[in-house]
């Protein structure tokens, strides 16, 4: 990626972030200064296959910003084999997000991100002398799809629709039923007599995002006051507006008690790439 007859305005390092998650990858690249302008982003399913989805990823960047000098830097569940084999940084994922949160907002009350396969609070406290905001706590869910990005997956299979449907359908629910967000056997218990009965596909998917949250401030907060502003953030939050919606509903927040940072998808890529 370096080019030996590099001009003197080619010199400038970009710095890139890697996020190789449970389900998807994501990329970010920002100018290293201190505005940390965004150059250039991806953000993809790899269906397990992480390492290609890494190659992919890095392909797609050189197809977009070629000759320039880089530090990469890569996070997220999958990331340190990739990161052992390529030779390179690995920051741990939750301080990527709080560096990106850092970076891009003054006051930062809660962040929650919901992945692929996991879901995360953050916690912060204002730092004395001055200094940025740190990070107070983290709680962060175990293996399992429960609330998680999979769960929408496997509630969209039963219902016969497209994963990138199911917010459309969720929009036009009006009746929340009570079922289970700890676990999707759990909840196909929960749903499949409702199909029986006739409920309507549409409130099956709102009562999904429902359970989503419900189990999410209920299994990660254990106590810990949830303080305004709150982040939403990661693929699921990033492409469900009604997902936000219900946590919003849920939490009794106002429109100005939280913040969608516009690519909250990548987010902790970019934190990464701050790193």
């Keep these: 990626m370096m080019n030996n007859e590099m001009t003197k305005s080619n010199e400038q390092n970009i710095l890139v972030g890697i996020d190789v998650g449970s389900t998807t990858t994501k990329i970010v690249a920002v100018d290293a200064n201190d505005r940390h302008q965004l150059l250039f982003s991806d953000y993809a399913r790899h269906h397990a296959n992480q390492i290609a989805s890494v190659i992919r990823s890095i392909k797609k960047f050189c197809g977009h910003i070629r000759d320039k000098k880089i530090r990469l830097c890569l996070t997220g569940s999958g990331a340190k084999p990739v990161a052992s084999i390529l030779k390179v940084p690995f920051v741990q994922e939750v301080a990527a997000n709080a560096i990106a949160l850092q970076d891009q907002f003054d006051q930062v009350g809660t962040a929650i991100e919901l992945g692929g396969q996991d879901a995360k609070m953050i ?16 709680r962060m869910n175990g293996s399992c ?12 299979t039963l219902l016969g629709v497209k994963t990138e449907e199911f917010e459309s359908l969720a929009a036009k629910g009006t ?22 009965q006739g409920a309507d596909r549409a409130d099956i998917a709102l009562s999904t995002f429902h359970a989503i949250a419900k189990q999410t401030i209920g299994g990660l907060s254990q ?23 219900v946590f919003a509903e849920r939490l009794g927040l106002s429109d100005k008690d939280y913040i969608v940072p516009q690519h909250a998808e990548t987010i902790v890529a970019y934190g990464t790439a701050v790193a």
Aim: hydrophobic share 40%; with cysteine.
């Design 123 to 138: 916690f912060f406290k204002d730092s004395e002398n001055g200094q940025s905001q740190s990070v107070s706590d983290m």
């Design 145 to 156: 799809a429960g609330g998680t990005g999979a769960f929408i997956d496997e509630i969209a």
């Design 175 to 196: 009746t929340v039923y009570d079922i289970s967000g700890r676990c999707g056997v759990f909840a196909k218990t929960d749903i499949q007599p409702l199909l029986i």
């Design 223 to 245: 106590g810990l006051e949830l303080k305004a502003p709150i982040i939403f953030e990661g693929g699921p939050l990033t492409f469900n507006s009604t997902l936000i919606r």
